[in-house]
């Protein structure tokens, strides 16, 4: 039936797109940000700034005179690989002559190491010649190079330049930190406007040439972004979406908004531990909304409080199955990575998987009683949008060739995304497509097979999230690059070290803390990237050899995943902002309560599953 028009007007509510700049608050992370530029330089500020921007020139200098008694200038190519690996190796603390002889081809490509087979087969053919004890010496005084005797004061006039421009993007970096946050904590000017603030602010400071910003803004993340939204729309233009929830809740006796919010949490919860968060959050976005305007108050109108339960739960179902498996995220496969690079150890997929899980299946009924206490929505009983829901659904017939193709796609792409790293590692494929390009395949090939048309993107993809996530990745990539994300760590781990969580159990609350503070400002593959060195250097050296290596690693991938509190802290975040219903301060409502739990939930792990289990034959603490 046509909706009254009293109906549609109550319907109507302000989102976060339909605000206008707020100057009284704006002025404030505007005023801030030009404060902090224009602050003296403090001396950790200068040091790490120095460190970034000469360390890998003052390490490779080193390297050149006392393997090769020569300038870096002089070095034949094989020489020149030999310390440019070496250097890499020595920033992942890497330093055991093993991971050297490990590398290859697809690993210099990764870390864009200009090389020839001859070359590289030389510069192994050199390193196996020295003694385990000696190249470990010579990684370690390289190490010390950098980062205890570069001093800023020492430098001669070429490399003073360099390392002000260093220290320049680092307080750049700071700066628009505070700025950024400001503005996405109190929503004074709308969000997507944040995300080309940002670019503004890399370019006008001048740490980004104006060609190299509009690269910035892309990634294989912000790709996914696009190709999950598009996914939601022709699940919802077709339907599919009506018969998911109809399959899920139809033998619900009461379809209680509790009864329907745990068991999204149930089936979304562990599912995300093998299945991209993104996916199963565009997927579920629009079940939510449809359960809440099929649902009215008394009065007719609609319970927005309902629509950010609802919404906010499949945000959080998304997230909290991270841990489970290492495919739960990029940020547990980068800790896998970075453990057997610095010391040596392995973790299986079944190993992960035994000691994530227990934290989802722990996680699920204390997020769904967070979310309850969190939020308050009048409408209780969801009947009237199930039993709307069934007759939308009876009245549709069998499943038709749309709905079907849809769902075809779909499981397609999911398994492209599951198999198309150990696809291109074996050889199968020539290209590595990354999960973004598959995103956007699935989404081109909704409009070849028919499907949709582009007017259904254009109204119902919402772009503004897709420039909001694209912002964040920029945002992220300086933080990182200019050695923002390192001093926030080291700073952070100097003064837990001062109340006493510099040892076992302490180290691993402080490794949870560090971590789950950083994953709110930048996705979490690149926090745990920024944060892990940090966190297992921590462990080598209080607990070298232990179980708290391996602890430490799952710890910091765990903990990247409780980016809880902020839309830019996960893709699935900013996915369900798209719905409209949402404003920043719902995020911390649930969020701030939810990261507190995590963070106990995973001590509480450490303490009494993982620590009296052990980790194979390394010792315990």
């Given at each position: 039936?046509?909706?009254?028009?009293q109906?549609?007007?109550?319907?109507?509510?302000?989102t976060?797109?339909?605000?206008?700049i707020?100057?009284?608050i704006?002025?404030?992370?505007v005023?801030?940000f030009?404060?902090?530029?224009?602050?003296?330089?403090?001396?950790?500020?200068?040091?790490v700034?120095?460190?970034?921007?000469?360390g890998?020139?003052?390490?490779?200098?080193?390297?050149?005179?006392?393997?090769?008694d020569?300038k870096t200038?002089?070095?034949?190519q094989?020489?020149?690989l030999?310390?440019?690996?070496?250097?890499?190796n020595?920033r992942?603390a890497?330093?055991d002559?093993?991971?050297?002889m490990?590398?290859?081809?697809?690993?210099?490509?990764?870390?864009?190491?200009?090389?020839?087979?001859?070359?590289?087969?030389?510069a192994?053919?050199?390193?196996?010649?020295?003694?385990?004890?000696e190249?470990?010496?010579?990684?370690?005084?390289?190490a010390?190079?950098?980062?205890?005797?570069?001093?800023y004061?020492?430098?001669?006039?070429?490399?003073?330049?360099?390392?002000?421009?260093?220290i320049?993007?680092?307080k750049?970096?700071?700066?628009?930190?505070?700025?950024?946050v400001?503005?996405?904590?109190?929503?004074?000017?709308?969000?997507?406007?944040?995300?080309f603030?940002?670019g503004l602010?890399?370019?006008?400071t001048?740490?980004v040439?104006?060609?190299e910003?509009?690269a910035?803004?892309?990634?294989?993340?912000?790709?996914?972004?696009?190709?999950?939204?598009?996914?939601?729309?022709?699940?919802v233009?077709?339907?599919?979406?009506?018969?998911?929830?109809?399959?899920?809740f139809?033998r619900?006796?009461?379809?209680?908004?509790?009864?329907?919010?745990?068991?999204?949490?149930l089936?979304?919860?562990?599912?995300?531990?093998?299945?991209?968060?993104?996916?199963?959050?565009?997927?579920f976005l629009?079940?939510?909304i449809?359960?809440f305007?099929?649902?009215?108050?008394?009065?007719?109108t609609?319970?927005?409080?309902?629509?950010?339960?609802?919404?906010?739960?499949?945000?959080?179902?998304?997230?909290?199955?991270?841990?489970?498996?290492p495919?739960?995220?990029?940020r547990?496969v980068?800790?896998?990575?970075?453990?057997?690079?610095?010391?040596?150890?392995d973790i299986?997929y079944?190993?992960?998987?035994?000691?994530?899980?227990?934290?989802?299946i722990?996680m699920?009924?204390?997020?769904?009683?967070c979310?309850?206490?969190?939020?308050?929505?009048?409408?209780k009983?969801?009947?009237?949008?199930?039993?709307l829901?069934?007759?939308?659904?009876?009245?549709?017939?069998?499943?038709?060739?749309t709905?079907?193709?849809t769902?075809?796609?779909?499981?397609?792409?999911?398994?492209?995304?599951?198999?198309?790293?150990?696809?291109f590692?074996?050889?199968?494929?020539?290209?590595?497509?990354?999960?973004?390009?598959?995103?956007i395949?699935?989404?081109?090939?909704?409009?070849?097979?028919?499907?949709?048309?582009?007017?259904?993107?254009h109204?119902?993809?919402d772009?503004?999230?897709?420039?909001?996530?694209?912002?964040a990745?920029?945002f992220?990539k300086?933080?990182?690059?200019s050695?923002?994300?390192?001093?926030?760590?080291r700073t952070?781990?100097?003064?837990?070290?001062?109340?006493?969580?510099?040892?076992?159990l302490?180290?691993?609350?402080?490794?949870?803390i560090?971590?789950?503070?950083?994953?709110q400002?930048?996705?979490?593959?690149?926090?745990?990237?920024?944060?892990?060195?940090?966190?297992?250097?921590?462990?080598?050296?209080?607990?070298?050899g232990?179980?708290?290596?391996p602890?430490?690693a799952?710890?910091?991938?765990?903990?990247a995943?409780?980016a809880?509190c902020?839309?830019?802290?996960?893709?699935?975040?900013?996915?369900?902002?798209a719905?409209?219903?949402l404003?920043?301060?719902?995020?911390?409502?649930?969020?701030i309560?939810?990261?507190i739990?995590?963070?106990?939930?995973?001590?509480?792990?450490?303490?009494?599953y993982?620590?009296?289990?052990?980790?194979?034959?390394?010792?315990?603490?």
């Open positions: 039936k046509p909706m009254p028009k109906q549609k007007k109550a319907d109507k509510h302000e976060g797109y339909d605000k206008y707020n100057w009284k704006f002025i404030i992370p005023a801030l030009f404060a902090i530029l224009l602050m003296p330089t403090g001396k950790a500020i200068r040091d700034g120095t460190e970034y921007s000469m890998p020139k003052t390490v490779i200098r080193f390297l050149s005179k006392e393997l090769f020569a200038s002089d070095l034949q094989w020489q020149l030999t310390v440019q690996v070496m250097e890499k020595m992942t890497a330093l002559k093993d991971r050297f490990g590398r290859d081809d697809k690993w210099l490509k990764k870390n864009k190491v200009a090389f020839d087979k001859k070359n590289l087969e030389r192994k053919e050199f390193v196996g010649g020295l003694g385990d004890k190249y470990r010496s010579l990684m370690e005084r390289a010390d190079e950098r980062m205890i005797k570069l001093d004061s020492d430098l001669k006039e070429d490399d003073v330049k360099a390392a002000d421009d260093g320049w993007k680092l750049v970096a700071l700066a628009m930190l505070v700025f950024t400001g503005c996405f904590l109190t929503a004074c000017i709308p969000l997507p406007a944040v995300a603030c940002i602010i890399v370019v006008l001048g740490i040439s104006r060609e910003v509009a910035l803004y892309w990634s294989d993340s912000v790709w996914f972004i696009m190709g999950s939204l598009m996914f939601a729309t022709a699940f233009k077709t339907g599919v979406d009506k018969r998911i929830t109809m399959l899920l139809k619900l006796a009461v379809p209680s908004v509790g009864a329907i919010t745990f068991i999204i949490l089936v979304v919860g562990p599912a995300s531990s093998f299945i991209s968060d993104h996916a199963l959050a565009a997927i629009p079940v939510a449809m359960l305007q099929g649902s009215r108050k008394p009065d007719g609609p319970d927005l409080e309902l629509a950010k339960m609802l919404i906010l739960t499949v945000a959080c179902a998304a997230n909290i199955g991270g841990p489970g498996s495919s739960g995220g990029a547990n980068i800790m896998i990575t970075y453990l057997k690079d610095m010391f040596g150890v299986s079944i190993q992960w998987l035994t000691y994530g899980m227990p934290f989802v722990i699920i009924p204390l997020t769904w009683l979310i309850k206490f969190a939020f308050k929505p009048t409408v009983d969801l009947t009237p949008s199930m039993e829901l069934k007759s939308e659904t009876d009245s549709m017939g069998r499943w038709n060739y709905q079907i193709v769902v075809v796609v779909f499981l397609l792409t999911l398994w492209f995304w599951m198999t198309e790293q150990t696809f590692d074996k050889g199968w494929y020539p290209v590595r497509l990354g999960v973004g390009v598959i995103a395949a699935a989404g081109i090939a909704y409009v070849l097979t028919g499907v949709v048309n582009w007017r259904d993107y109204e119902k993809v772009w503004g999230v897709v420039w909001l996530y694209a912002g990745i920029l992220g300086i933080l990182d690059e050695g923002g994300a390192y001093l926030i760590a952070m781990v100097a003064g837990l070290a001062h109340v006493g969580l510099d040892q076992g302490g180290l691993i609350a402080s490794c949870g560090l971590t789950g503070g950083i994953t400002l930048m996705a979490d593959g690149p926090a745990a990237a920024a944060v892990g060195p940090v966190t297992l250097n921590m462990a080598g050296m209080v607990h070298p232990t179980v708290m290596l602890f430490m799952m710890a910091t991938g765990i903990s995943s409780f809880y902020l839309i830019i802290g996960t893709p699935p975040n900013a996915i369900v902002y719905s409209g219903y404003e920043p301060k719902d995020f911390l409502r649930a969020g309560p939810l990261w739990i995590a963070q106990i939930v995973m001590l509480l792990l450490v303490a009494f993982w620590l009296p289990r052990g980790f194979g034959n390394l010792p315990g603490l």
